[in-house]
């Protein structure tokens, strides 16, 4: 059998053997009466049950369930999915009640309907009020509290709070919860509050999704109709980075998280470009998609909401360990109270909160991790042997022509090509010239580059917290530092994060938060990236330069004009004008300083019952500087000198600008952002009688965002003084070539405001706990779209329905099946492109150079009836837990459709202008993503469980209105022009009929005739559709299994059904272009004579067809390469330390990790990995991620 067929098969059945487990596992269970189940619990406890015969007949229990650790856990087994409560009582004795949300008489085993927060106080009663939230101070709606040995139990409201009245005889007060751990805590009659955090039960599935907040309020999971996956603080943990995204990958289905940076990208960049709502400026380094593209010119990043407010800063300004729970809003319903923000998700994070009456607590954590250097072979260029050849055919062919020493402006070039025109010439001899290049042949010079230029990279992190309160407050304090060293010499970063959130009570009745975070970045570079060395479109480092010679001295090269020319420039007062990579090294002086401040203040005040009000506040501010000084040491400094330097007439050089020795250039970039939110808000949840439960939200909120930027560059600045050489930017200077040319770097600054008004409300009714209608309307308004009000404000809205099956009186006695519900929404959610305008958009001049005159360009067209890009979705999703809560997960099913999207639409050229950016486009979309998670095994000393996340999503253009234009038909893999019926990631090639006899590819075009390359390709016909880039199968699996305390974890992607293109020869070098090469080793197939053409489809490099010939083998059928594969993201043992005997440590553990194993099946046949495709060039290298082994250390005091 083929292996690419057996491996992703192997693959697939031990998913399916690991649910099949638990299949297998569930179908030893017996089903018995609860009667039954409680004498055996009885019997094995030797405990007592008080409970009425009606509300436990006719009920069944799982024989498996009664295999517990305790009592508390044994009864949850056979009682939770029955719809029960057990009550603690005294010492062995228990009461059993119907879980109805009613206050409940314990002692008469009856309800009486006593409402939360109600009662005829007397002097015998005091009144206990606070909230109950789960480990990650989220709050938990619907616990059930009761006041031990008296007849009152209420439950928490949908922000887990909670009031009641209990007897002064009360001594202890019980809170319990589906899925969590029973707590009783001791109580006098002079307390007057408490806030409880309560525990997930062990092996318990279910934990972590009984919540969705969507940034204005939290609601149960079983009152939630919109689409929402939740991620907590345990599940972050997991993966001991400094990122977040690092964290997220791979455990939200529906969700593609791409790293680009070789994962080291744990701070880069993170100011706002000026000309982006969502991204860094100047970086790629990840890219984040819900549920695919919604758009072709808007925003794709989902929006990010922190504690609330939006959040326009870059993710890698948040410390993990201070985020509490993550949710992902994901369609309509759940993501459209947020409007023309949310149609590429939402991302909803909260951080960690204090509690009150907690004594403090301390937690500390750390992480370490080393990465081995990258590997350089993966890029498959040519060595020194081969390199030297291929100079060779160029001389011999006379695509090169010869330099000159005395010729003025002679271009560079490499050292194997100066020897060969020095022969050609006759000024060496053939022996000389074939001991040179056979020294040339021999050197490699990839070991110097790891030795001088590389390292093992390596990232560190320390987290301090302290959390607690009193009566009337609750904090969260945070510090952490981490520093990274990434791979490349002289880059490095620090990163240090403060974190305080505080919540205090006011009169007893009002709620204050204050929360503050601050991040402060310090980042330096090197000189020299290791992408810009191999580029081919600027001086290439050849494979036999050497960093140092033999005797371990930096070696320079001529990179501008010809080293015998340069030389003799040197002599007459120039600089020297060589190029030394490991002397720039040594003397660069690049920086970048950022502080990030974020603060909110949030107040709620109780106006009557279950109506609130809220009034909130946020800020959010960022200052950041890059400096790069270069000394008269650089290269940077002295190819400017020399290029204003104009050749004497006599006596020595002078340069034109005035640049004094001992002074450098220094070159700032400042960027900032300002944004604010307001809000006012009205809340309301109440149950009404006893079958109908009414939460609602109403509110107004005015959110300003300011970014700006500015440059400068100071001349002949001087580090000891701050002294700087004034300069004209508009008068030109004189150069090196006798012409006059201005200098670059004049100030500019760039600032830009937009301005949101917005008004919103949120619904949801429930009916009998089993029905839930919801609904969200948003009006938003905003400055910059249209001059009529009808353009910039625009309404959106959802409706959802929820159908809690389980609850029907048809299943609620299967015990087989612990819930099921079924979910259906349809809304719409808008988008905005930030660099779109209503007005004119114009540039203004320093001068006309003939008049004198000001002058100012037009840069865009007036554009007045912009209009939000909108996306309707509709979504249908069931969810659902059986055998006893081991097999659980959800579906959904979903459909997208945008319309008045944003692209270029063709104009009359009359006009000024060939196209305008204008809502003309429209697409549509589907997808289905499920997520599965099992326990095959569940035992005191051992636990095996298993998750399954898959998602598939397509989408394709369904506007017809574009041209394909002759942009598109000769450059058609790369083209951007969209096809009505394709995706808007397609990939379109030439069908490659193999090369001519003169070694110019040919293709075939939409008759099947040959097409050379000095014919013109004139119909999209002649093309053929070869994929997506984007994979529309994606997903992951995970697995743990825990002995003791011992827990091993994997996880591993996959992604099926994308292509890309093969990483192959850019561009032949020619007399033009320096020393410029391509060094992949697909040059060494390339066609030389006459014949070649049987044998190789690698076009020729002569002629002047050749660079439309190479384009054409570049973007043809043969270089489309399947992106298919399963790879092996981590593996990961932790330790649980026992610190029983430790009283002042609550708890410790010790991990270790392994990310970045590598692919363990992968369709495509040249070995490359389709994450990492980015070939040579003076930007990205797309060099894989190398194998990184991580330490982790958490210790709660």
């Known amino acids: 059998m083929n292996k690419n067929f057996t491996r992703p098969l192997y693959f697939l059945l031990v998913v399916l053997l690991a649910f099949g487990a638990v299949f297998q596992a569930a179908a030893q269970n017996k089903q018995i009466s609860l009667e039954q189940a409680l004498d055996a619990i009885s019997k094995k406890y030797k405990t007592k049950f008080a409970y009425e015969h009606s509300i436990v007949q006719g009920k069944t229990a799982s024989s498996a369930s009664l295999k517990a650790k305790s009592v508390d856990e044994a009864l949850k087994n056979v009682l939770y999915p029955n719809n029960l409560l057990f009550l603690y009582v005294s010492e062995g004795n228990y009461t059993i009640v119907s879980r109805d949300g009613k206050t409940l008489d314990v002692n008469a085993q009856a309800n009486l309907p006593t409402l939360s927060g109600t009662?005829?106080?007397?002097?015998?009663?005091?009144?206990?009020?606070?909230?109950?939230?789960?480990?990650?101070?989220?709050?938990?709606?619907?616990?059930?509290?009761?006041?031990?040995?008296?007849?009152?139990?209420?439950?928490?409201?949908?922000?887990?709070?909670?009031?009641?009245?209990?007897?002064?005889?009360?001594?202890?007060?019980?809170?319990?919860?589906?899925?969590?751990?029973?707590?009783?805590?001791?109580?006098?009659?002079?307390?007057?509050?408490?806030?409880?955090?309560?525990?997930?039960?062990?092996?318990?599935?279910?934990?972590?999704?009984?919540?969705?907040?969507?940034?204005?309020?939290?609601?149960?999971?079983?009152?939630?109709?919109?689409?929402?996956?939740?991620?907590?603080?345990?599940?972050?943990?997991?993966?001991?980075?400094?990122?977040?995204?690092?964290?997220?990958?791979?455990?939200?289905?529906?969700?593609?998280?791409?790293?680009?940076?070789?994962?080291?990208?744990?701070?880069?960049?993170?100011?706002?470009?000026?000309?982006?709502?969502?991204?860094?400026?100047?970086?790629?380094?990840?890219?984040?998609?819900?549920?695919?593209?919604?758009?072709?010119?808007?925003?794709?990043?989902?929006?990010v909401v922190v504690d609330g407010a939006i959040m326009e800063l870059d993710l890698s300004t948040l410390n993990p360990n201070d985020i509490a729970n993550i949710t992902f809003l994901k369609d309509a319903a759940a993501a459209s109270i947020w409007g023309t923000r949310a149609a590429n998700g939402v991302v909803v994070i909260t951080t960690k909160k204090g509690q009150s009456g907690q004594a403090p607590q301390v937690s500390f954590s750390m992480t370490a991790a080393v990465a081995n250097r990258p590997d350089l072979g993966y890029l498959n260029m040519m060595n020194s042997a081969q390199v030297i050849a291929y100079e060779q055919d160029l001389v011999a062919k006379n695509l090169i022509f010869a330099p000159s020493a005395t010729t003025a402006f002679s271009g560079t070039v490499a050292d194997a090509t100066d020897l060969t025109f020095k022969l050609k010439a006759g000024t060496i001899t053939q022996a000389a010239y074939d001991a040179e290049i056979s020294r040339l042949s021999a050197l490699d010079n990839r070991s110097q580059i790891n030795d001088y230029l590389l390292r093992p990279s390596s990232n560190q992190q320390y987290n301090l917290s302290v959390t607690g309160g009193g009566k009337s407050s609750d904090y969260f304090y945070s510090a952490s530092y981490s520093k990274e060293n990434p791979y490349t010499r002289g880059t490095e970063g620090q990163r240090l994060t403060?974190?305080?959130?505080?919540?205090?009570?006011?009169?007893?009745?009002?709620?204050?938060?204050?929360?503050?975070?601050?991040?402060?970045?310090?980042?330096?570079?090197?000189?020299?990236?290791?992408?810009?060395?191999?580029?081919?479109?600027?001086?290439?480092?050849?494979?036999?330069?050497?960093?140092?010679?033999?005797?371990?001295?930096?070696?320079?090269?001529?990179?501008?004009?010809?080293?015998?020319?340069?030389?003799?420039?040197?002599?007459?007062?120039?600089?020297?004008?060589?190029?030394?990579?490991?002397?720039?090294?040594?003397?660069?002086?690049?920086?970048?300083?950022?502080?990030?401040?974020?603060?909110?203040?949030?107040?709620?005040?109780?106006?009557?019952?279950?109506?609130?009000?809220?009034?909130?506040?946020?800020?959010?501010?960022?200052?950041?500087?890059?400096?790069?000084?270069?000394?008269?040491?650089?290269?940077?400094?002295?190819?400017?000198?020399?290029?204003?330097?104009?050749?004497?007439?006599?006596?020595?050089?002078?340069?034109?600008?005035?640049?004094?020795?001992?002074?450098?250039?220094?070159?700032?970039?400042?960027?900032?952002?300002?944004?604010?939110?307001?809000?006012?808000?009205?809340?309301?949840?109440?149950?009404?009688?006893?079958?109908?439960?009414?939460?609602?939200?109403?509110?107004?909120?005015?959110?300003?965002?300011?970014?700006?930027?500015?440059?400068?560059?100071?001349?002949?600045?001087?580090?000891?003084?701050?002294?700087?050489?004034?300069?004209?930017?508009?008068?030109?200077?004189?150069?090196?070539?006798?012409?006059?040319?201005?200098?670059?770097?004049?100030?500019?600054?760039?600032?830009?405001?937009?301005?949101?008004?917005?008004?919103?409300?949120?619904?949801?009714?429930?009916?009998?706990?089993?029905?839930?209608?919801?609904?969200?309307?948003?009006?938003?308004?905003?400055?910059?779209?249209?001059?009529?009000?009808?353009?910039?404000?625009?309404?959106?809205?959802?409706?959802?329905?929820?159908?809690?099956?389980?609850?029907?009186?048809?299943?609620?006695?299967?015990?087989?099946?612990?819930?099921?519900?079924?979910?259906?929404?349809?809304?719409?959610?808008?988008?905005i492109s930030t660099n779109t305008f209503p007005f004119t958009y114009i540039s203004l001049g320093t001068g006309d150079s003939a008049t004198g005159l000001p002058n100012a360009s037009i840069i865009a067209p007036a554009n007045p009836e912009l209009r939000w890009e909108k996306t309707y979705v509709a979504n249908l999703g069931v969810d659902f837990a059986l055998l006893d809560n081991r097999l659980s997960g959800s579906v959904d099913v979903y459909s997208k459709r945008g319309k008045d999207l944003f692209y270029e639409f063709p104009i009359n050229g009359t006009y000024g202008f060939t196209s305008i950016n204008r809502n003309v486009a429209s697409m549509s979309g589907n997808g289905v993503e499920f997520n599965l998670n099992g326990t095959v095994i569940r035992e005191k000393d051992y636990e095996w469980n298993a998750g399954l996340n898959f998602a598939y999503n397509t989408n394709k253009i369904t506007d017809t209105r574009f041209i394909v234009n002759s942009t598109f038909l000769s450059n058609p893999a790369f083209g951007s022009v969209p096809l009505d019926g394709y995706p808007n990631d397609k990939i379109f090639v030439f069908r490659n009929a193999g090369l001519d006899a003169n070694g110019l590819t040919q293709v075939f075009d939409q008759n099947g005739n040959k097409v050379g390359s000095g014919q013109n390709v004139t119909s999209v016909d002649a093309l053929v559709y070869a994929g997506r880039r984007t994979p529309p199968y994606f997903g992951?699996?995970?697995?743990?299994?825990?002995?003791?305390?011992?827990?091993?974890?994997?996880?591993?992607?996959?992604?099926?059904?994308?292509?890309?293109?093969?990483?192959?020869?850019?561009?032949?070098?020619?007399?033009?272009?320096?020393?410029?090469?391509?060094?992949?080793?697909?040059?060494?197939?390339?066609?030389?004579?006459?014949?070649?053409?049987?044998?190789?489809?690698?076009?020729?490099?002569?002629?002047?067809?050749?660079?439309?010939?190479?384009?054409?083998?570049?973007?043809?059928?043969?270089?489309?390469?399947?992106?298919?594969?399963?790879?092996?993201?981590?593996?990961?043992?932790?330790?649980?330390?026992?610190?029983?005997?430790?009283?002042?440590?609550?708890?410790?553990n010790v991990g270790f990790s392994v990310r970045n194993l590598g692919l363990l099946w992968r369709a495509n046949k040249e070995g490359l990995d389709p994450d990492f495709v980015g070939g040579l060039s003076a930007s990205t290298l797309g060099l894989p991620s190398p194998v990184s082994y991580n330490f982790s250390l958490n210790v709660n005091f």
């Not at 689409?227 to 997991?238: C, E, H």
């Not at 948003?778 to 353009?791: A, E, I, L, P, S």
């Not at 489809?1097 to 399947?1122: E, F, H, W």
Request: charged letters at 15%; aromatic letters at 12%.
């Open 498 to 831: 403060l974190t305080m959130n505080n919540n205090f009570k006011l009169f007893k009745i009002a709620t204050l938060s204050a929360n503050f975070r601050a991040s402060f970045f310090k980042y330096k570079t090197g000189a020299v990236s290791l992408s810009s060395l191999f580029s081919p479109t600027a001086s290439t480092f050849m494979p036999y330069n050497q960093l140092v010679d033999a005797s371990g001295n930096h070696k320079a090269y001529s990179t501008v004009y010809y080293s015998g020319w340069v030389d003799n420039l040197q002599n007459q007062g120039y600089l020297n004008w060589k190029y030394s990579v490991l002397d720039e090294m040594d003397n660069v002086d690049n920086s970048q300083n950022e502080n990030n401040y974020n603060f909110n203040l949030n107040l709620n005040v109780p106006v009557f019952k279950g109506l609130s009000a809220n009034a909130f506040f946020a800020n959010e501010r960022n200052f950041g500087n890059t400096r790069n000084y270069y000394s008269e040491a650089t290269f940077f400094y002295r190819n400017l000198v020399n290029t204003f330097t104009p050749i004497p007439t006599s006596g020595r050089a002078v340069n034109s600008i005035g640049l004094s020795p001992g002074s450098g250039i220094l070159n700032n970039l400042s960027g900032y952002n300002n944004n604010y939110t307001l809000r006012g808000q009205l809340n309301y949840d109440h149950i009404l009688g006893t079958e109908h439960q009414l939460t609602a939200i109403v509110g107004s909120e005015i959110r300003q965002t300011k970014v700006g930027q500015g440059t400068s560059v100071l001349y002949g600045y001087n580090t000891g003084n701050g002294i700087s050489r004034p300069v004209n930017f508009f008068t030109p200077y004189a150069t090196i070539q006798g012409s006059t040319q201005g200098i670059a770097g004049s100030p500019s600054q760039q600032d830009k405001v937009r301005r949101y008004l917005s008004y919103y409300s949120n619904v949801a009714y429930t009916y009998k706990g089993k029905y839930t209608l919801s609904g969200s309307a948003r009006y938003d308004d905003y400055n910059n779209f249209g001059v009529d009000r009808k353009f910039r404000a625009t309404p959106l809205w959802s409706s959802g329905l929820k159908w809690d099956v389980k609850k029907e009186s048809f299943l609620n006695t299967q015990n087989w099946l612990n819930s099921l519900s079924i979910r259906a929404t349809y809304g719409v959610n808008g988008n």
């Open 1036 to 1148: 992951s699996f995970n697995t743990s299994f825990r002995y003791k305390a011992f827990t091993l974890m994997a996880v591993a992607t996959y992604q099926f059904g994308n292509v890309f293109m093969r990483p192959t020869i850019s561009a032949y070098s020619s007399s033009r272009q320096g020393v410029k090469y391509d060094l992949h080793e697909d040059i060494t197939k390339r066609w030389i004579k006459a014949g070649d053409e049987a044998f190789t489809n690698v076009p020729g490099a002569a002629g002047a067809l050749a660079p439309t010939s190479l384009l054409r083998y570049q973007q043809s059928d043969i270089n489309v390469l399947k992106g298919d594969y399963i790879r092996l993201r981590e593996l990961a043992l932790t330790y649980q330390v026992p610190v029983e005997q430790l009283k002042f440590i609550r708890s410790a």
């Open 119 to 303: 009662s005829n106080s007397s002097n015998n009663e005091f009144y206990l009020s606070g909230q109950v939230t789960d480990e990650g101070s989220i709050p938990l709606p619907g616990v059930t509290i009761k006041s031990n040995g008296s007849n009152r139990v209420v439950t928490t409201d949908g922000n887990g709070k909670y009031s009641i009245f209990v007897p002064n005889t009360t001594t202890s007060i019980s809170f319990s919860y589906l899925g969590y751990q029973t707590s009783n805590l001791p109580v006098t009659a002079n307390t007057s509050s408490l806030n409880v955090s309560l525990t997930p039960a062990a092996g318990n599935q279910l934990q972590d999704v009984n919540i969705v907040s969507n940034g204005y309020q939290v609601l149960p999971k079983e009152r939630s109709t919109g689409a929402a996956f939740g991620v907590t603080a345990k599940d972050l943990q997991k993966i001991p980075t400094p990122n977040v995204v690092q964290r997220l990958e791979s455990l939200i289905p529906g969700v593609k998280v791409t790293l680009n940076s070789d994962n080291m990208f744990t701070y880069g960049n993170t100011q706002q470009g000026i000309n982006s709502g969502t991204r860094s400026l100047g970086r790629s380094d990840y890219n984040m998609e819900v549920r695919g593209s919604n758009t072709l010119r808007g925003e794709t990043f989902p929006l």
